[in-house]
């Protein structure tokens, strides 16, 4: 077994490690290139779906940045980085918001559609392995369309609500909606770290889910939290590194 060894930047954080998954020579050498630039890792650079497995289970990435399709579907892909405690950012050219929402209620923790820069890409990652979701303006702008059409629908059927949500836990997962990591949204709200952790295990419990993914893709899909902007959502440019 070949394990990346973890490095640390000149602040003494830990530098995350990125493995990179495209069927085409030339993203992967444009991504990886980017991800250097971006004071990342990077561990491997795959070109099939059976070379990343392998490559993930010698190195153990923190991400990995994966293109929609890889020679083909990869949600069963998605499922086995998933449960072996990968985080994951699928690039890909559907628009469609079945498609997003899907990955997300997955567990995928990014989604960046082709009109991302390479530099947006890296700083993705920097997000994700921090617990943040990362999308791109396009997507963001997908997922507020989306949530203004279901929640009209829900005011229009009577079927809105908050789940049972505390007012505190919906600013929570509002801030949650944004993209911030735990610590920011403490910092938003003036209180502990150990009192947000303990705000979003009940909010996953509320909306039955597992990850902050999952959270947020709920809340869009069912109207549960105020609209924001594009410009509100943590897209890579905003997530700071």
Known sequence: MVTTPKQTD????SIPVVVIAHEYALC????????????LTVAASCPTKETLLRRCAETHPDVVVVSDPLHGPIDELVDKLLADGIRIIVISGDQS??????????????YMLHDTSPSEVATGVHAVARGAVAINHTVA??????WRRLRENAMTTGTGGTRGLTP????????????????????????AFK????????????????????????????????????EQLAVPDR???
Do not use: W, Y
Request: glycine share 10%; charged share 20%; hydrophobic share 45%.
């Open 195 to 230: 009192t947000i952790e303990n705000h979003k295990i009940r909010i996953f419990e509320k909306l039955g889910v597992r990850t902050h993914a999952q959270a947020v893709s709920v809340a869009i899909h069912h109207g549960l939290v105020p609209p924001v902007t594009p």
């Open 141 to 146: 702008t997908m997922l507020v369309n989306q």
């Open 10 to 13: 000149p602040a003494g954080g």
């Open 168 to 191: 505190r836990e919906t600013e929570v997962l509002a801030a949650m909606v944004e993209g911030l990591p735990t610590k920011s949204i403490a910092r938003r709200l003036g209180v």
């Open 97 to 110: 918001p079945e498609r997003l929402s899907h990955l997300l209620i997955r567990g995928v923790q990014g």
């Open 239 to 241: 997530a700071g590194v």
């Open 28 to 39: 992967r050498d444009i991504l990886a290139v980017a991800c250097v630039q971006g004071r």
